[in-house]
Every structure is written in structure tokens, then in C-alpha cells.
Nanobody, 122 residues
Framework: VQLQASGGGLVQAGGSLRLSCVASGRTFSNYHVGWFRRAPGKEREFVAAISWGGGRTYYADSVKGRFTISRDNAKNTVYLQMNSLKPEDTAVYYC????????????????WGQGTKVTVSS
């Protein structure tokens, strides 16, 4: 499956952005999807994940209550709604897909998008 992430940009602290991850190539509803991010000079970290049917979602503690992951399998798209953004949310955000589990372990994800950059100014 091929993944295309989009929706990044420059936003002030406290603002919102919605990222999209559009899939093509295979049956998208077979895949669990996760969002990860890499801030400048830091390791890649887990942000959120959603199960193939959308019934289970998981969040990093740092974004819980501010970010919401959702999906529309009819549109082959997973969304990450980001509210109350903070400067520390600045990073390149990547979506990834796997068939085994929706979890925080990046090693389990087989397919990755190219990333979309989010910059939050203070």
C-alpha cells in the first residue's frame, strides 16, 4: 500500500491543523494505521494509532486530549485532528500502516508515507 500524508503547515500556538493520510494500492480497510513524528534533533516518536475498523484508538500521553485520530475507509483516508498545538508539536509527521496491530511500535509498521511538516510558532 502507498501512503501520502498532507495537511502540514505553519500555525500559531493554540491553533489547529488536520493531517490526512491517503492510501492507494491495496484494500485500506485491512490495515491498522499509525501517526509518528520526528522533531529536529530527536528520535521518531509515536503519536496515535487506529485499528483497521476504527473501533480502537491509541494516543501518546503528550497528545492525549488534544489530538484525535479517525478514518474513513470509503475514502481510504486516516485523519489526525490536532488542536491546542504547542511549539513542542513541531515535527515532520508520518503515517504508517500494518496488518498485525494498531500500536506504538514503529518497527511493526510495514508501509510509510513521505511525511508532512508541522511548525508551531510561539
Amino acid at each position: 500500500v502507498q501512503l501520502q500524508a498532507s495537511g502540514g503547515g505553519l500555525v500559531q500556538a493554540g491553533g489547529s491543523l488536520r493531517l490526512s493520510c491517503v492510501a492507494s494500492g491495496r484494500t485500506f480497510s485491512n490495515y491498522h494505521v499509525g501517526w509518528f513524528r520526528r522533531a529536529p534533533g530527536k528520535e521518531r516518536e509515536f503519536v496515535a494509532a487506529i485499528s483497521w475498523g476504527g473501533g480502537r484508538t491509541y494516543y501518546a500521553d503528550s497528545v492525549k486530549g488534544r489530538f484525535t485520530i479517525s478514518r474513513d475507509n470509503a475514502k481510504n483516508t486516516v485523519y489526525l485532528q490536532m488542536n491546542s498545538l504547542k511549539p513542542e508539536d513541531t515535527a515532520v509527521y508520518y503515517c504508517a500502516a500494518e496488518t498485525l496491530a494498531a500500536d506504538s511500535d514503529s518497527a511493526g509498521y510495514d508501509y510509510w508515507g513521505q511525511g508532512t511538516k508541522v511548525t508551531v510558532s510561539s
